[in-house]
Every structure is written in structure tokens, then in C-alpha cells.
């Protein structure tokens, strides 16, 4: 196998340790799929997994890829892989300890990969898997959203809050959240009424909401719990151990990781592929200019307002 490149890193720290590299990518093994990457986006998740924050979970091999967002090409399968074939455009997730996505060509479990809807560009197609199936997990399968339900989403114009709350509408919910003032009218364009800020006052609010969805992981649990109907579901993305404690004791509070499910990825594509989740793209990049972009996307959380997307060509 050729060398490609790709940003990768030796150690767990800052943006200091990125380095842009040639690296050799191993041939698929069973179940898996190789694809040249056309677009890939960033997530807050590549450099908290690259900070070391989750060590626990993604171990201490060295060199690691960054990334897990991608669409491309499959140029080669491993056995028992019969869903995608050679030359399929795709897009889906690295696995969370595999990673690898900001590079020219990335290895990805088949059922983490999905084709693309023929009308999504490969930048709009890279935007999806991570922040799309998170949502979709939370909304559809979580929290059991029906038609009338309403949903409070908690940080509603990020990336999980943005496809968040184009699902739950598409599913005939009515969706109330948060957001900065000054963005507050491209909540209302969405859809989304209540609009509050961060630092709302949840007594206005309160008893008003079947699903309450806090995606920034900084909604204080007593101010949730204001705000939800009797039986309603509180839905937290941003784990730590004392959630993990909070969520394994019965009550309402849940803590989700999105995983890996063929059928929930396909679900999120072709919603995006008909226009029902729409994701906007702040900037792009090409590879080798990336650290630079995602320094600034990490440090200064700019670009604001979309993905920041990595193109190979």
C-alpha cells in the first residue's frame, strides 16, 4: 500500500501536537471498508479525543489519525462485505479509536458507512454522520418523539442542535431552545419558538416540554427538570462520570453517546438528501492548510455559524 497523507498526532495534548504526514493505511480486514476521502468535517469531539480526554476508551497506540467525519470513494472492501462495492460514493464515521478521517484516504467499519444521496455535495455529505446520527439517536430513538410533542433543545443552532431540531419538526414536534441573542434569528427561521438564551429563566418556561435535549452539557439538572412534563426525558450528550452515575439512577435523565447503526445513518442521509436536515458549511479548507484552521476552530471556535469541512482536491 502506498503512503497518503493525512494530520495526525504521537502524543495526546493541544493543537501543537497535529502534524501533517505521509502515513501507509492498512488494508480493510473483515467488515470493514477503505475510501478516498473527498471532504471530511470537524467536530468538538477530534480534539477532545485528541486533548486525551477519552484515553479510556481510545488507548495509547501512537501515531493517531484526527477526524471521523468523511465522504468519499470506496476503493477496496474486506471480506464479508456486501453492502458497498468498489467506486460506491459514500459517507459515514471513523470509529472513535480508529479516527483517521483528515487524511487522503481513511478505513471505516461498513456499518458506519452509508451511500450518498446523489444531490448532497461531498461537503454537505461530510457535515452529517456524527452530528446528524447523534441527533437522530436522541430524537428518534431516545426520547421516542411523536407528533405533538415539544422539545426543548438546549444550545438549538450547533451542529446536533441544528439537525435536532429539523428532525423533531419533520416528525410534527414543536420545538423550543437555546441560542446566543444576537443568533437568535436563524433559530426563528428554523422554526423554533420559545427562543431564550443560555441564562433563561426556567420558571417561564416551566412544564412545557416532553423532551428536554441539552447538547452544550451545561444545563443545570434543576432548571431541566423545571422545564419537562410529568414523564418527560431529559437527554445529555456531553458525558462525564458523575452523569454516567446520574443517568443509571431511575428518573428522566439519560446520557447518550452516539453510536454506529447502518439504519440510523441511512435515515439521516436521506433526510439531508431530501432537504429535511440541512446543515450550513462556515468554511473549507484543503488538508494541507487544516491544522492551521483547526487550531482556530478550537482555540477561538471560529468559524461560527457551520462546519468547518477539509477537502483533499
Same mark, same amino acid.
Given at each position: 500500500m502506498t503512503t497518503v497523507k493525512r494530520i495526525q498526532y504521537h502524543q495526546y495534548g493541544g493543537p501543537e501536537v497535529m502534524r501533517f504526514e505521509d502515513f501507509r493505511p492498512i488494508r480493510p480486514g473483515p467488515g470493514e471498508v477503505m475510501v478516498r476521502v473527498k471532504a471530511a468535517a470537524a467536530n468538538p469531539m477530534d480534539w477532545k479525543i485528541r486533548n486525551g480526554e477519552l484515553k479510556i476508551m481510545t488507548g495509547r497506540r501512537f501515531p493517531r489519525g484526527l477526524g471521523h467525519d468523511f465522504a468519499g470513494v470506496v476503493t477496496a472492501v474486506g471480506d464479508g462485505v456486501t453492502r458497498l462495492g468498489v467506486g460506491d460514493d459514500v459517507l459515514g464515521g471513523a470509529s472513535m479509536k480508529?479516527?483517521?478521517?483528515?487524511?487522503?484516504?481513511?478505513?471505516?467499519?461498513?456499518?458506519?458507512?452509508?451511500?450518498?444521496?446523489?444531490?448532497?455535495?461531498?461537503? &454537505?455529505?461530510?457535515?452529517?454522520?456524527?452530528?446528524?446520527?447523534?441527533?437522530? &439517536?436522541a430524537i428518534v430513538n431516545t426520547s421516542k418523539l411523536q407528533a405533538g410533542h415539544a422539545v426543548f433543545i438546549h444550545g438549538c443552532l450547533g451542529g446536533v442542535g441544528r439537525s435536532a431540531a429539523q428532525l423533531a419538526l419533520a416528525r410534527g414536534a414543536t420545538v423550543g431552545g437555546s441560542c446566543s441573542a444576537t443568533a437568535a434569528h436563524e433559530a426563528h427561521d428554523l422554526g423554533i419558538t420559545p427562543i431564550v438564551e443560555f441564562d433563561f429563566d426556567a420558571t417561564k418556561l416551566a412544564g412545557r416540554f416532553d423532551v428536554v435535549f441539552d447538547t452544550a452539557g451545561t444545563l443545570p439538572i434543576k432548571t431541566a427538570q423545571a422545564l419537562l412534563k410529568p414523564g418527560g426525558r431529559i437527554i445529555d450528550i456531553n458525558p462525564t462520570p458523575a452523569k454516567f452515575v446520574r443517568s443509571a439512577l431511575p428518573g428522566p435523565y439519560r446520557?447518550?453517546?452516539?453510536?454506529?447503526?447502518?439504519?440510523?445513518?441511512d435515515a439521516v442521509a436521506q433526510a439531508a438528501g431530501k432537504g429535511i436536515l440541512r446543515l450550513p458549511v462556515a468554511r473549507t479548507v484543503p488538508l494541507g492548510q487544516a491544522i492551521a484552521a483547526l487550531t482556530e476552530l478550537e482555540r477561538n471556535r471560529t468559524p461560527k455559524g457551520g462546519k468547518l469541512i477539509i477537502t483533499t482536491e
Open positions: 480508529a479516527a483517521g478521517a483528515f487524511a487522503e484516504m481513511v478505513v471505516a467499519q461498513e456499518k458506519a458507512v452509508v451511500t450518498k444521496p446523489a444531490n448532497l455535495s461531498w461537503e &454537505q455529505a461530510a457535515a452529517i454522520p456524527v452530528v446528524g446520527l447523534t441527533a437522530f &439517536q446520557v447518550l453517546i452516539g453510536k454506529a447503526a447502518t439504519a440510523d445513518l
